[in-house]
């Protein structure tokens, strides 16, 4: 549903104090959010909980550094 990605996006902001990235494909909803390098474990924790109500998620460590994602399929969102 629109309002479970809504809500993942939301929390993830909060907790990271970082706009969250969105990027809709045929398959579902992909939502990123840069980490900061001086993540604290509270942050940490949050952040955990918001990406696992996705169907998936994980972390990438890209050149600009390290950023969380959570995707959620399409017949998840109306």
């Given at each position: 549903?629109?309002?479970?990605?809504?809500?993942?996006?939301?929390?993830?902001?909060?907790?990271?104090?970082?706009?969250?990235?969105?990027?809709?494909?045929?398959?579902?909803?992909?939502?990123?959010?840069?980490?900061?390098?001086?993540?604290?474990?509270?942050?940490?924790?949050?952040?955990?909980?918001?990406?696992?109500?996705?169907?998936?998620?994980?972390?990438?460590?890209?050149?600009?550094?390290?950023?969380?994602?959570a995707f959620i399929n399409s017949e998840d969102v109306s």
């Open positions: 549903m629109r309002s479970r990605v809504e809500g993942i996006a939301a929390r993830l902001s909060r907790a990271l104090k970082t706009p969250v990235r969105r990027a809709e494909g045929p398959n579902g909803i992909r939502l990123e959010a840069d980490l900061p390098p001086d993540l604290t474990e509270t942050e940490r924790k949050v952040t955990l909980a918001a990406i696992s109500d996705a169907d998936s998620f994980g972390h990438e460590r890209t050149r600009r550094g390290d950023l969380v994602w």
